[in-house]
């Protein structure tokens, strides 16, 4: 197979060439350099590029070559204006980066480096100098940042390759030309050495540009790389420097703006000179980088002098440079290619070659470190032919990149004008409204002190809307903004939401006949004015042959039901809206192909082993009546269906659910032919971009368990279901209507989820008049998660167990039968002499004589002692519109809806509730009690509903939810006092009261 040229030896390029081989794709790498780099360059490494790369490197090992980033000072000519102080991992406090005594014996440049290198052994592994649970690289360890300089970083990366890969850099070559073969199977590549003496012809399956602002690849290309030059001069330089101790000791620093620089602290200060900042090189105490934006100030060449007017004038750090060890000066390019895939998918860029910005906020190199990560898996699976669609996978690389580079250019841009500004009215203005108070702390209404823990007796940390993006960006808050996103009910970091891929706008939820009679009339509906803009993917409940269920007892995922439409006009609905479809993971119909070739032949049809055999689980015939409680249930009676083959024999099946729906066993050989064929058609003629995996728990069948949700059976059936969907791009929504635990749990591993606690906290919320059950779930729940309020269910009394209280829940239960809605049950056994002994269990009788009768009738299939009991019902799921729970009070639900779309995660809206639908009474008592949330619109009923201000007001509420940047970034809420409030923050801001009669949306400007 031809090899990955990889055109680059930079972090992103060695990050790139790294992931491809750990994936074991065949790679080169070449760079026209003849040796690494030994400059500083690029100084930090953020806590996300640490986790990016912990595949390859462990994150400890970063402790042995740098340091954390413990605070970030902002100053004013000297004056501290705000400091951000950022929890240290264990270990480590804020001590002066240099002392006397570390001054004496500091290391120079080159000792430091060969230090960092010594410290990394086979694979990366950190040394034993290194603390042991930072050699595990264990998140809780984890800092927001470490200051690691480029060469140490490229020096872990280029050991890794050699040491583990046997990839050697091919150094001081350059890439002369190429060109896409007319088949597009290789990029043929002219390499020379640097002098352009020796040619050599390579053929490469793909050809990755990682080669920096200059990128030959991209001037090869031809490609424009759009954007701006800023008109400022900026200055550089990395010093070796003394702390004068005498002084040290004769002056106690007030702040740490004063003294010597301290241990992991970024000190950034615009003066009547430009800006200027100040960042510890890591573990190579006594080297400082400052960087300088010069202008006419220091018109000349710099030099070291010029730099230590610059302290001695505008700072209170008692330092003395001593030696100039780097100096430089650059102009800042905002840039960006307008796409990363070039000759048909052949050519890609990366990193600084794809897009360059200001270094504001240290994300250059971070960003293309990410870049490459995300690229190299595809990548890997592509070249080796894994994907069935590698230019669709490819293009994800594209879609989710491009996005993040512009993002950052904006931001980065941003963050260097506020901090650049030069008039003194200006930036006087800008500290001003920074802060709330000048001097000392303060406090609110209730007595609770609001001023930051690191005022240190001068300003408190501004609160407002530009220093809490600033917040953001450092993934760290004020003590009154909570990250909600900080750490999940284990105790582990949690970032804000990863979508990959997935729509970040509101989902609309439906039927594909419930709105007119089939997708054509969906798709009619869909296409009306008001609803342009609404809704940025679309989930389709099934659309397959089925035999009951409303579609979730599928016959077959090879076809469209006929009387819904086919794949085309699925097709056209995915060219508008990003399309989730159904696979019912646990089960399928008694009219599938499948369980008739099984009935027609028994056990010699090819498919018996596709379906789940009683006698299998039980070797004894059946259950005890101690095992049959432990099954997890979702019918008053055992899980066996009784089935008469062909030849009149009986043969008893597992069967979780309705008889139109058996079990399958995708464990077994045809079982998994099964699954993974199924999955395979929703990806690719159903072009699905989100599968909702229905009742995958169900799968695990083991004796002596609940059958539900078994380790380590399920992860290991969910990861096989994720390697036939990732090629093409497609993620995984697992449903769960169960322990909310379990659905944190499933996130954890990568998973999406719903939020199906939500809809009861809000209508207890909402009732009760208190929003502490509401909130509290709010700081735990997962991130990756489509958030509810309605479901073609019902609301999950199983989800906020734990969460809303005891006694709330029995009144929600009242409140909603009393307006005419209905509960869903789930069943469990009871021992007989478990069911005496519980009063709760005594109905009057009538419960127990129908449950001892389904007994009765699979009386063959169970063990003796299990006829002596009998199921039990309690609530599953309520079931009514969310408008009619709500009292069809359009202002109540409005301000429902709002807080589900500042809920953390992407918001879902069934199409009832967007038409804001009332019970349907009468379609309930002609079929099941789910039916009351299932009304049919006809095309004209629907398009009245779109005329109803409410309606009108929430298709609104809809499109400010897609279109607000805010919402792109990370969430808080602010509980420091009643009224709660919910805080989007990136850059722009957005903000929602709970629970106010009154309840304004507030945005800043975009």
């Known amino acids: 197979m031809d090899p990955v040229l990889v055109v680059g030896a930079g972090p992103v390029g060695l990050t790139a060439a790294a992931f491809l081989a750990h994936a074991g794709a065949p790679v080169r790498i070449i760079d026209a350099n003849a040796a690494p780099t030994t400059?500083?360059?690029?100084?930090?490494?953020?806590?996300?590029?640490?986790?990016?790369?912990?595949?390859?490197?462990?994150?400890?090992?970063?402790?042995?070559?740098?340091?954390?980033?413990?605070?970030?000072?902002?100053?004013?000519?000297?004056?501290?204006?705000?400091q951000l102080q950022v929890p240290a991992p264990p270990g480590y406090t804020q001590q002066p980066h240099l002392n006397a005594a570390a001054a004496a014996a500091a290391p120079s440049a080159s000792e430091a480096s060969d230090a960092g290198d010594a410290a990394a052994g086979?694979?990366?592994?950190?040394?034993?100098?290194?603390?042991?649970?930072?050699?595990?690289?264990?998140?809780?360890?984890?800092?927001?940042?470490?200051?690691?300089?480029?060469?140490?970083?490229?020096?872990?990366?280029?050991?890794?390759?050699?040491?583990?890969?046997?990839?050697?850099?091919?150094?001081?070559?350059?890439?002369?030309?190429?060109?896409?073969?007319?088949?597009?199977?290789?990029?043929?590549?002219?390499?020379?050495?640097?002098?352009?003496?020796?040619?050599?012809?390579?053929?490469?399956?793909?050809?990755?540009?990682?080669?920096?602002?200059?990128?030959?690849?991209?001037?090869?290309?031809?490609?424009?790389?759009?954007?701006?030059?800023?008109?400022?001069?900026?200055?550089?330089?990395?010093?070796r420097y003394e702390v004068d101790a005498a002084v040290n000791a004769a002056h106690t620093p007030q702040h740490p703006c004063e003294g010597s620089l301290q241990r992991g602290?970024?000190?950034?200060?615009?003066?009547?000179?430009?800006l200027m900042g100040l960042i510890p090189l890591g573990k190579r105490q006594g080297q400082v980088r400052v960087i300088w934006n010069a202008d006419a100030h220091c018109p000349g060449e710099p030099t070291m002098q010029d730099f230590q007017q610059l302290l001695s004038t505008h700072t209170r750090q008692q330092m003395r440079l001593t030696e100039a060890l780097?100096?430089?000066?650059?102009?800042?390019?905002?840039?960006?290619?307008?796409?990363?895939?070039?000759?048909?998918?052949?050519?890609?860029?990366?990193?600084?070659?794809?897009?360059?910005?200001?270094?504001?906020?240290?994300?250059?190199?971070?960003?293309?470190?990410?870049?490459?990560?995300?690229?190299?898996?595809?990548?890997?699976?592509?070249?080796?032919?894994?994907?069935?669609?590698?230019?669709?996978?490819?293009?994800?690389?594209?879609?989710?990149?491009?996005?993040?580079?512009?993002?950052?250019?904006?931001?980065?841009?941003?963050?260097?004008?506020?901090?650049?500004?030069?008039?003194?009215?200006?930036?006087?203005?800008?500290?001003?409204?920074?802060?709330?108070?000048?001097?000392?702390?303060?406090?609110?209404?209730?007595?609770?002190?609001?001023?930051?823990?690191?005022?240190?007796?001068?300003?408190?940390?501004?609160?407002?809307?530009?220093?809490?993006?600033?917040?953001?960006?450092?993934?760290?808050?004020?003590?009154?903004?909570?990250?909600?996103?900080?750490?999940?009910?284990?105790?582990?970091?949690?970032?804000?939401?990863?979508?990959r891929g997935v729509s970040n706008q509101v989902q609309l939820s439906t039927y594909a006949d419930a709105i007119g009679d089939n997708l054509s009339d969906l798709t009619a509906f869909l296409q009306q004015d008001e609803l342009q803009g609404a809704f940025g993917s679309l989930h389709l409940l099934p659309i397959y042959p089925s035999t009951g269920d409303r579609g979730f007892a599928p016959v077959t995922y090879q076809e469209v039901d006929p009387q819904m439409g086919n794949w085309d006009q699925v097709h056209s609905l995915g060219h508008e809206y990003q399309l989730c479809l159904e696979y019912m993971v646990n089960h399928i119909s008694p009219g599938s192909p499948q369980f008739q070739d099984y009935l027609q032949h028994g056990e010699a049809s090819r498919y018996a082993s596709m379906f789940v055999k009683w006698r299998d689980i039980w070797p004894e015939g059946g259950p005890s009546a101690d095992e049959l409680e432990k099954v997890r249930t979702r019918k008053p009676a055992p899980p066996v269906l009784s089935v008469t083959l062909a030849d009149g024999s009986c043969m008893p099946l597992w069967n979780t659910f309705s008889d139109q729906q058996v079990d399958?066993?995708?464990?077994?050989?045809?079982?998994?032919?099964?699954?993974?064929?199924?999955?395979?058609?929703?990806?690719?003629?159903?072009?699905?971009?989100?599968?909702?995996?229905?009742?995958?728990?169900?799968?695990?069948?083991?004796?002596?368990?609940?059958?539900?949700?078994?380790?380590?059976?399920?992860?290991?059936?969910l990861e096989r279901i994720k390697a036939v969907v990732k090629p093409y791009g497609v993620q995984l929504l697992c449903e769960v209507h169960e322990d909310f635990k379990l659905n944190i749990e499933l996130a954890r591993h990568g998973y999406w989820v719903y939020d199906f606690a939500l809809p009861l906290l809000m209508l207890h919320a909402l009732k009760f008049k208190t929003a502490e059950p509401l909130r509290h779930w709010l700081s735990i729940c997962p991130r990756r998660q489509i958030t509810t309020l309605d479901t073609h269910d019902g609301m999950g009394v199983d989800d906020v167990a734990g969460l809303a209280p005891l006694a709330a829940v029995p009144e929600l239960?009242?409140?909603?039968?009393?307006?005419?809605?209905?509960?869903?049950?789930?069943?469990?056994?009871?021992?007989?002499?478990?069911?005496?002994?519980?009063?709760?269990?005594?109905?009057?009788?009538?419960?127990?004589?129908?449950?001892?009768?389904?007994?009765?009738?699979?009386?063959?299939?169970?063990?003796?002692?299990?006829?002596?009991?009998?199921?039990?019902?309690?609530?599953?799921?309520?079931?009514?519109?969310?408008?009619?729970?709500?009292?069809?009070?359009?202002?109540?639900?409005?301000?429902?809806?709002?807080?589900?779309?500042?809920?953390?995660?992407?918001?879902?809206?069934?199409?009832?509730?967007?038409?804001?639908?009332?019970?349907?009474?009468e379609l309930m008592k002609r079929g099941s009690i789910r039916d009351i949330n299932r009304h049919h619109f006809s095309l004209e009923e629907a398009a009245c509903c779109l005329q109803r201000p409410v309606v009108q007001a929430l298709l609104e509420l809809c499109r400010f939810r897609n279109r607000h940047p805010a919402f792109t970034g990370r969430v808080f809420v602010d509980d420091a006092t009643p009224p709660h409030e919910l805080h989007w923050l990136a850059y722009q801001h957005v903000k929602r009261r709970l629970l106010a009669r009154a309840y304004p949306i507030c945005a800043s400007k975009q």
Not at 209 to 235: H, P
Not at 265 to 274: A, K, Q, R, W, Y
Not at 823 to 832: E, G
Not at 857 to 881: A, I, M, R, W
């Open 664 to 717: 399958i066993n995708p464990f077994s050989e045809e079982g998994w032919a099964f699954t993974e064929a199924s999955l395979r058609s929703l990806c690719e003629k159903g072009r699905a971009r989100l599968i909702r995996l229905d009742a995958f728990g169900y799968v695990t069948k083991k004796a002596g368990t609940s059958c539900f949700m078994q380790s380590p059976e399920v992860w290991q059936l």
């Open 39 to 82: 400059l500083s360059k690029a100084l930090v490494l953020w806590r996300r590029s640490l986790l990016t790369l912990a595949p390859l490197i462990p994150p400890g090992y970063w402790h042995s070559v740098g340091e954390p980033v413990l605070a970030a000072c902002f100053a004013d000519n000297g004056e501290l204006a705000a």
């Open 122 to 239: 086979k694979d990366g592994q950190a040394a034993a100098a290194v603390p042991e649970q930072q050699q595990c690289g264990s998140v809780h360890a984890l800092p927001a940042g470490m200051l690691v300089v480029q060469a140490d970083i490229e020096g872990a990366l280029v050991t890794l390759l050699r040491d583990s890969y046997g990839i050697e850099v091919q150094r001081n070559t350059s890439l002369a030309a190429f060109s896409v073969a007319e088949d597009s199977s290789s990029v043929l590549c002219t390499l020379t050495d640097t002098d352009g003496s020796n040619q050599q012809q390579l053929r490469a399956s793909y050809l990755v540009g990682c080669d920096g602002g200059r990128s030959a690849v991209r001037k090869l290309l031809g490609v424009q790389f759009a954007g701006t030059t800023l008109d400022q001069r900026w200055l550089l330089g990395d010093f």
């Open 265 to 274: 602290t970024l000190f950034i200060s615009p003066t009547d000179v430009g």
């Open 326 to 499: 780097w100096l430089s000066e650059f102009k800042i390019n905002e840039r960006q290619v307008q796409s990363y895939l070039h000759g048909n998918g052949r050519v890609l860029l990366a990193g600084d070659a794809a897009h360059i910005h200001s270094p504001a906020g240290g994300l250059g190199m971070n960003t293309g470190l990410q870049d490459a990560a995300n690229l190299a898996w595809k990548l890997s699976l592509v070249a080796a032919g894994e994907a069935a669609a590698g230019w669709q996978l490819l293009d994800t690389y594209q879609e989710e990149r491009h996005p993040v580079g512009a993002h950052v250019i904006r931001m980065s841009g941003l963050l260097l004008r506020a901090n650049a500004l030069r008039n003194p009215f200006v930036r006087f203005v800008r500290n001003s409204s920074n802060s709330s108070s000048s001097n000392g702390s303060s406090s609110n209404a209730n007595g609770h002190d609001s001023s930051s823990s690191t005022t240190n007796g001068k300003k408190p940390y501004p609160k407002d809307e530009q220093e809490c993006s600033k917040c953001v960006k450092e993934q760290r808050v004020d003590e009154n903004l909570k990250p909600i996103c900080g750490r999940d009910a284990e105790g582990l970091p949690q970032h804000h939401t990863s979508r």
């Open 813 to 921: 239960e009242r409140s909603i039968v009393c307006r005419g809605g209905s509960i869903n049950y789930k069943h469990f056994y009871v021992p007989a002499a478990q069911f005496e002994a519980d009063a709760s269990c005594d109905d009057g009788g009538e419960q127990c004589r129908r449950s001892s009768d389904t007994l009765q009738q699979v009386s063959q299939f169970l063990q003796p002692d299990c006829l002596q009991g009998c199921y039990k019902s309690v609530p599953h799921q309520y079931n009514e519109t969310y408008f009619s729970a709500l009292g069809e009070d359009p202002q109540q639900y409005l301000l429902a809806r709002a807080i589900q779309f500042f809920t953390p995660g992407v918001p879902m809206v069934y199409y009832v509730g967007l038409l804001a639908g009332v019970d349907d009474i």
